[in-house]
């Protein structure tokens, strides 16, 4: 399934809203409304009881790298995590070993991860079988 960078946003904010959030896609306005570029890292903010996530969302065919990830984590502070969601591909190694040195702060979701958490929380099994292998049938023992 082929969809634009602004779907894949608003897939993600479905997904956490979901598994339990109160989300925003884009960034507030001063005239109340939400904007999706230049919104400095952050694509979807969640908020579920204390929790106050941020997420960045990466609708690349190629790898997100280590300055994506850095930059992103760096504004992050207003959150108590950021999640970086590859929609379509995963991270390079040294962007992996950047996040494993901050696991409290930063966590990376690979288009597995993301479809895994997309079948369990948004889409039915027979939504999966109408959609042609839109998605790997299970892909659970992936990480």
Do not use: C
Request: charged content about 25%; proline content about 2%.
């Amino acid at each position: 399934v082929r969809f634009s960078w602004q779907q894949a946003e608003d897939l993600v904010g479905k997904l956490f809203e979901k598994k339990g959030y109160s989300i925003t896609v884009g960034v507030p306005t001063a005239d109340g409304g939400t904007k999706r570029q230049g919104d400095f890292g952050i694509d979807v903010e969640a908020k579920n009881g204390k929790e106050y996530l941020g997420i960045q969302v990466k609708h690349w065919s190629m790898d997100v790298g280590f300055e994506d990830v850095a930059k992103t984590l760096g504004v992050a502070q207003k959150f108590n995590k950021v999640i970086i969601v590859s929609t379509k591909s995963g991270f390079t190694s040294q962007a992996l070993q950047h996040a494993e040195k901050n696991p409290y702060l930063i966590e990376l979701w690979d288009s597995n991860k993301f479809k895994n958490e997309l079948r369990q929380h948004v889409i039915s099994s027979t939504n999966i079988e109408k959609s042609k292998g839109a998605l790997p049938k299970d892909t659970k023992n992936e990480s």
